[in-house]
């Protein structure tokens, strides 16, 4: 019993991520978005919302590049062209992929917000840090940083690599401080995220591979957590430093007279992939840092893999430099930050407002998900629904013919496959009609029209209508894994009163009441494969508005209901209302 409950748990599990996955909540139409530098896409309009403005992007060959920002839903993004790819195949693994990435969310890592995947238009769209990168800061020579800073900016990297080696990504794989970007609160998160068959990285400079453990260079090994160990042991000396990446220390007259070493870029690569004892490595001043960080600093970048410590014991000896404190100093360096950079209250309250507002509206979209739209406005204003009665409705049911025996001939992945692209038909179809969904329950599919928005006597011709348009696409259907299998549903209609109201409070469901309810049950089991099975009820108002064919089938004696007259519902006749977006 135990196991069996485990599967259906996990299939559960499985199912309820599928479905996010398919949601493509990271998906941006590219006309919601205004780029600041020019427009891109089509020629159809953009939303117009503001004046030009970039953020810079550090290079480690000291040029300065521009990345470009954008809005969307008036909120200032950045935005990164991935130029290389043309166009993009949208399998599952990188839906998978884009959805764990939009849902990445830590104080110390930058947010993908989303991405815009067109024709000729592929951009990863992420979180906007006004401060630029950390090369940007410890390369302005303006900007005066004592050692309490440095603390500060080391412990927020320690805890935004340690949430991505706790994440399904295992580990960062390029991390450099043109990586290492800085929001409007001197908050630094680690960034370039997207999905790995966008990037190119095999097509890095040698200024890009400063920072790239010796193993990776030689293509011994690939981008793991012990690399990034590697990578942050370089950060680090960059960091205390204060004199470039990869800084080796020279001629003094050379050094003082031009910034630079004997060494360039390519040098340096060609030395470290190089296996010499000891090992070529950055220079590490015993005049800018403690003995025990000179320690730690050079385990980090030792040459073999297994020498590095992990990273819970950098934190650790990092914590332990620090009296044991966790973030040093926490308070004097928010003020040593807000006296050096001139921050105020005003931001902090207008980035709390943001996050409370995003959470505000996430709630909501759950809410919507779960419960009809109006039932939502009143819980948000009374904090309560009261229950409902309507004097007519019309309810469709339907379930597959032999779902059972398709069960035996399918894993329960593939039964789950069926129904979420069976459904996911089905959702498309409804939503061009004044209709509402109730649930589904396995291969049941429940559909109301008349609440909770009343619509006269409309709802007995929208339901006829959605029910002829859902047969039709079933016809057409094809199971993925058994494409040769005949799909076959029964249909059952039935028009009369009912209750509604909200059930629940830890999964609140929005439920109906009635005989109605049970009644159209009984036209759906009480069916045929391929056959709209009506009661008279709904027969009758089908007459009385017109424009549908109905011939009478027979009296049945159904369960519970005793004899009664029911009827086919053939075709539409009067089709002079188009579905949106559709061509009469």
């Not at 293509?219 to 690399?227: D, R, T």
């Not at 990446?245 to 030395?271: H, M, R, W």
């Not at 999964?507 to 009441?513: I, T």
Request: glycine share 6%; with cysteine.
């Amino acid at each position: 019993m135990v196991t069996v409950l485990v599967s259906v748990y996990l299939i559960y599990r499985r199912l309820q991520w599928q479905r996010m996955v398919n949601a493509m909540r990271w998906n941006v139409n590219p006309d919601d978005i205004t780029e600041d530098r020019k427009k891109f896409g089509s020629s159809r309009s953009r939303k117009s919302l503001g004046t030009s403005r970039v953020t810079l992007k550090s290079s480690t060959s000291r040029c300065q590049e521009y990345i470009a920002t954008g809005y969307l839903n008036g909120v200032t993004v950045a935005l990164k062209h991935i130029k290389h790819i043309d166009e993009v195949k949208m399998t599952n693994a990188l839906k998978e992929e884009l959805t764990q990435l939009h849902d990445l969310l830590s104080t110390n890592t930058v947010r993908l917000v989303g991405a815009c995947v067109e024709p000729g238009i592929v951009i990863a769209i992420s979180e906007y840090c006004s401060k630029g990168s950390l090369q940007d800061v410890l390369e302005n020579d303006d900007v005066d940083l004592d050692w309490a800073f440095k603390q500060s900016v080391i412990f927020d990297i320690l805890k935004g690599l340690q949430f991505l080696h706790e994440s399904p990504f295992k580990c960062h794989g390029n991390l450099k401080s043109s990586n290492c970007l800085v929001d409007n609160r001197f908050c630094v998160k680690l960034g370039d995220f997207a999905p790995v068959s966008w990037q190119r990285r095999e097509d890095r400079s040698a200024n890009e591979l400063l920072w790239t453990a010796p193993e990776v260079l030689r293509k011994a090994n690939k981008e793991n957590q012990q690399s990034d160990i590697y990578s942050l042991g370089i950060l680090l000396q960059e960091i205390v430093e204060r004199k470039g990446p990869f800084f080796v220390e020279t001629d003094d007259i050379l050094q003082k007279t031009y910034g630079i070493s004997k060494y360039n870029a390519e040098d340096i690569i060609q030395k470290v992939i190089e296996i010499t004892c000891p090992p070529f490595r950055p220079t590490l001043s015993a005049d800018e840092c403690s003995q025990q960080m000179r320690n730690l600093v050079c385990r980090c970048w030792a040459e073999f893999a297994d020498e590095r410590p992990k990273l819970k014991e950098v934190i650790q000896e990092f914590n332990a430099m620090n009296g044991g404190r966790g973030k040093v100093n926490l308070m004097d360096n928010l003020i040593s930050r807000m006296e050096q950079y001139a921050n105020n209250l005003e931001s902090l309250v207008e980035e709390r407002t943001e996050k409370y507002l995003e959470e505000k509206k996430r709630v909501e979209e759950l809410l919507h998900r779960l419960l009809p739209a109006s039932i939502v406005t009143q819980i948000q204003e009374n904090g309560n629904v009261e229950p409902e009665t309507y004097e007519c409705v019309t309810i469709y049911f339907s379930d597959i013919v032999g779902f059972t025996k398709l069960s035996s001939m399918s894993t329960p992945v593939q039964i789950i496959d069926l129904l979420n692209d069976l459904y996911t038909v089905f959702d498309e179809i409804i939503s061009h009609f004044d209709v509402y969904k109730v649930e589904t329950i396995g291969d049941a599919y429940m559909v109301t029209s008349g609440l909770p928005k009343r619509n006269g006597d409309r709802h007995v011709s929208e339901i006829s209508k959605m029910s002829l348009k859902l047969l039709s696409s079933v016809k057409k259907f094809k199971i993925r894994h058994c494409s040769d299998y005949p799909l076959q549903i029964r249909i059952g209609l039935h028009s009369g009163p009912c209750a509604a109201g909200v059930v629940g409070l830890t999964m609140p469901r929005y439920c109906l009441f009635g005989d109605t309810v049970n009644t159209a049950s009984r036209m759906e089991s009480n069916g045929e494969p391929l056959k709209i099975h009506i009661s008279s009820s709904t027969n009758d108002l089908l007459q009385r508005i017109g424009g549908f064919v109905t011939t009478y089938r027979q009296e049945l004696e159904v369960k519970g209901k005793g004899t009664m007259r029911t009827y086919w519902l053939e075709d539409e006749i009067a089709k002079e209302e188009t579905l949106p977006g559709t061509v009469p």
